[in-house]
């Protein structure tokens, strides 16, 4: 299994920008992605990248998120500009193979607000 560690969250503005980082130990996972959870939301998929480079946006973050892998270092951004205040969530870095997710980070905290 893959350890994840997350980190980069914080306060932001709207309008601002932020980067979150993952950290993964053990094998290189076939996809790695990122997922959020609002208070009172289930839990949603914002953006993953598989080994070979595909990419998937959920479409409330397409142009404004930016999902990257270095495969070398086993590690995961996710570049998030233009925040709005719904993007407020809990941010989890997630790993696992081409169908599921079987590995989570313990999630680092994301608030936009004025």
């Known amino acids: 299994q893959v350890q994840l560690v997350e980190s980069g969250g914080g306060f932001v503005e709207p309008g601002g920008s932020l980067r979150l980082f993952c950290n993964a130990s053990?094998?290189?996972?076939?996809?790695m992605g990122w997922h959020r959870q609002a208070p009172g939301n289930q839990r949603e998929l914002v953006a993953s990248?598989?080994?070979?480079?595909?990419?998937e946006y959920s479409e409330s973050v397409k142009l404004r998120f930016v999902i990257d892998r270095n495969i070398g270092q086993n590690t995961m951004t996710l570049d998030m500009s233009d925040l709005k205040p719904e993007d407020t969530a809990v941010y989890f870095c997630?790993?696992?193979?081409?169908?599921?997710?079987?590995?989570w980070g313990q999630g680092t905290q994301v608030t936009v607000s004025s």
């Open positions: 053990g094998s290189i996972p076939y996809t």
């Open positions: 990248r598989g080994i070979g480079g595909e990419i």
């Open positions: 997630a790993a696992g193979s081409a169908w599921t997710f079987d590995s």
